[in-house]
């Protein structure tokens, strides 16, 4: 989100005379999220049921969309009027947008020894300037392949290391009567899918300076029409019913034995294990093809608003906040979740294969920002980068060449 100097100004002048007039939450805290699917309603329980215990109300403000864009829209509109929620999931570059308005709590006063129980990683997204002024619930491995192993078993099929071998085995799972690729047509699954083969094709440093540091030279260009040629070549593997089809939805799909595979988040893993499911023996987890040296991460953080000064509800911002942090909390909620936990001093024993995984390989792979999770830009480049990819994966007649100069467009509009 990129606000105008004269509308910051606007925004604080605002949040400032609402907070004069309006009264304290006493003991509650509203908080703003898009975690609306079962497996992650069943995690958040795990966070009310603690603050409840400690004498506070969770107040929920859930906006469905599994991109967060719904979400965002309607924290912008809330900011606007002077009223923002207690807490909110934001995340990435935007947490310091927000922060530089001068709307967040700094939470350095937790007793929280930051930079010991956090990664670096993690803590380059809290910060703005010298304060923390956000909490990690998780850390999500972006770019990963969920398959259906009775389905696999059944048709006699490894899993595919390569664009190429996913291709051909969606097609084989096709022609057995199967989806072979559960894949749901909204702009940031779309996106989500991009992030995967862009990785798979340019590299974790190419894509770091494209779409981190937005420095792209002519090589690049001729990378990114490879890349984008090979997104297109995805597109005639989605089934007809994909439209507008929500991730939870096809992860369902497989755990019914009706899709062979999915490529998304391992957010999909807490679903596929609500529905009773088990890691190995039901469904393998794999980097997706050309992934396998590289994490793309997602972290899932909270944010508090200054907006509410009483003494009750600052207080039970606070409980929230040590809440998210609490090493028991960050075990139970991320093996609801499917994320393995922010703390890296968690023992990797308390999660499954997948999560076990994850952790191994977060600590001793490549590590980039997710572009389809908001972790890499603004929620105003990501917007326009999601709208380019997406177009094009929809539109035949959009060629990689357009794309990438619009791809080029869309970052110099929003820089």
């Known amino acids: 989100m990129r606000l105008s100097r004269p ?3 606007w925004l604080i002048a605002a949040t400032l005379t609402a907070t004069s007039a309006s009264p304290s939450w006493a003991a509650k ?6 975690w609306t699917s079962d497996s992650e309603s069943a995690a958040l329980n ?3 049921e603690s603050l409840a215990k400690q004498g506070h109300q969770w107040q929920d403000f859930a906006i469905v969309g599994g991109g967060g864009g719904s979400a965002m829209t309607v924290l912008r509109t809330r900011a606007m009027s002077g009223n923002p929620p207690a807490s909110a999931q934001i995340k990435g570059p935007d947490i310091q947008e927000w922060a530089s308005l001068g709307l967040l709590q700094p939470l350095t006063p937790l007793a929280l020894d930051w930079e010991r129980i956090f990664p670096a990683t993690v803590t380059q997204h809290l910060r703005y300037q010298s304060e923390h002024v956000a909490i990690p619930f998780n ?3 972006v770019n990963a392949l969920w398959l259906n192993k009775a389905i696999f ?11 190429d071998e996913f291709i051909s085995a969606s097609q084989t799972i096709s022609q057995a009567g199967y989806i072979g690729f559960a894949h749901g047509l909204q702009p940031w699954q779309d ?7 862009v990785i798979a094709e340019l590299g974790p440093q190419v894509y770091r300076q494209i779409f981190v540091e937005h420095h792209i030279t002519p090589s690049h260009d001729q990378k990114l029409v490879a890349a984008f040629r090979q997104f297109r070549a995805l597109r005639p593997i989605v089934d007809d019913q994909a439209i507008d089809r929500n991730w939870d939805t096809n992860a ?3 755990a019914e034995n009706k899709a062979g595979m999915v490529l998304m988040g391992n957010w999909v893993k807490g679903e596929l294990q609500l529905l009773g499911l088990v890691p190995e023996k039901d469904y393998l987890c794999l980097a997706a093809p050309g992934n396998g040296q590289t994490f793309s991460y997602n972290i899932d953080t909270f944010v508090f608003f200054k907006h509410h000064q009483g003494t009750d509800a600052k207080q039970a911002q606070q409980a929230l906040a040590e809440t998210i942090a609490d090493p028991e909390i960050q075990i139970a909620f991320n093996q609801l979740k499917g994320s393995i936990p922010a703390r890296q001093d968690i023992s990797p024993a308390h999660f499954d294969f997948c999560s076990q995984q994850d952790i191994k390989d977060f600590k001793q792979f490549e590590r980039v920002p997710s572009l389809a999770q908001g972790m890499a830009n603004t929620g105003l480049t990501q917007n326009a980068l999601v709208d380019v990819i997406s177009h094009f994966f929809n539109h035949p ?8 100069q619009q791809l080029h467009v869309a970052i110099k509009a929003t820089q």
Request: aromatic fraction near 10%; charge should be neutral.
């Open 7 to 9: 509308f910051c100004h």
């Open 153 to 163: 078993d059944e048709l006699k099929l490894t899993p595919p290391q390569t664009w």
């Open 46 to 48: 795990v966070v009310k």
């Open 29 to 34: 805290v509203e908080a703003l999220h898009w």
């Open 397 to 404: 007649r959009v060629t990689p060449e357009q794309a990438v």
């Open 191 to 197: 996106a989500l899918l991009f992030e995967s083969v």
């Open 252 to 254: 369902r799909l497989l």
């Open 139 to 141: 850390i999500h491995r």
